[in-house]
């Protein structure tokens, strides 16, 4: 439920508000808007007394949530939300170019990967520390060796790093040394972990479970949030369907259904969606095209003999040309990169 106050209403109107609400056992959440304050009201509310309320001095109107999700919820947050990360913003009109290896493999590949990625406009670097793999046999990352490999780059070429974490053991490590942890797809779900990084204050990078519906996706978004972290960036990866051509199919409606939805920013990820590198440029345009707020590229010096999934990889040159493309693209919908 989201309680439109009038423009005129007070602070001493809608803590009246906020306290009938909190009363109930609810939680409320005041946000100001350029013209009017929303109070969203967080949990069941099924047992408030709308009309009743509503007479209440200073309200406008009542709106009620149907949809599960409130914290993600546009309607509880009518405004788009940035996350600010080392001063980059992601969600603003300025298009968020996130790139870097699957995997972090040594010292020196992370840092000529993040100063080639930077000096053609990407504004974070990724990489892969701990791995999740299907196979047990395959390459699972350098683990806190990795990460630390990540961090020295990080302060070396002077840009923010997100990279994925498995295990809420691992949050208190991550907030020190990361800046933004990753949720990857297999983990969409793990409740607890979801839990764990909400209570954290690093923002969060929430990829869609490759067979997760858009609100089961918002849902997870919603259990990070409630516990506390708001600073969600959801990203698009690609869902499994019948399609054999590609790893995954690349749901690129999802972006102006989430945007619908919720005032969260989206980026898109058409490196793990396609699996395979010379689709990566096509698809990337397409994403900003579609309204995405960001990209996640992956870029290897070396694709061929890379630890982990070279096959969806470009090289920083390739990455280069595609910027440049990128450029031309965010300028013709309004973007700046």
Known sequence: MVIVMKPDANEEQIKRITDKIEEK????????????????????????????????????KIVP??????????????????????????????????????????????????????????????GGAYK?????????????????????????VGIPIVTEILDPRHVEMFENLADIMQIGARNMQNYELLKEVGRAKTPVLLKRGFASTIDEWLMAAEYIMS???????????????????????????????????SHLPIVVDPSHALGKSEMVESMSLA?????????????????????????????????????GKIKKVAQAVGRDL
Do not use: W
Request: aromatic fraction near 4%.
């Open 287 to 323: 994403a900003v095209a579609a309204g995405a707020d960001g990209l996640l590229i992956e870029v290897h010096n070396d694709p061929k003999h890379a630890l982990c999934d070279g096959a969806q990889s470009i090289t920083p040159a390739q990455f280069k040309t595609l910027m």
């Open 65 to 126: 949530i149907n949809e599960p999700f409130k914290k993600a919820n546009r309607k509880m947050h009518p405004d788009n939300t940035t996350v600010n990360v080392k001063g980059v913003e992601i969600g603003g009109n300025k298009l968020t170019i996130i790139a870097g290896p699957c995997s972090i493999e040594s010292e020196d590949q992370v840092e000529q990967i993040a100063k080639a990625v930077k000096a053609s406009g990407a504004a974070i670097l990724r």
């Open 227 to 261: 516990e506390g972290n708001e600073n969600v960036i959801l990203c698009e990866r690609g869902i499994r369907t019948f399609s054999k051509y590609t790893r995954n199919t690349l749901d690129l409606s999802s972006v102006p259904v989430v945007k619908s939805l």
């Open 25 to 60: 056992g609810l939680k409320t959440q005041v946000i100001k808007g350029m013209n009017n304050a929303i109070v969203g009201v967080v949990g069941d509310a099924s047992h408030i007394d709308r009309e009743t309320l509503a007479l209440s001095e200073g309200i406008d």
């Open 132 to 156: 999740p793999r299907s196979s047990p046999y395959s390459f699972q990352g350098l683990k806190g060796e990795g990460l630390m490999m990540m961090v020295r780059a990080s302060e070396k």
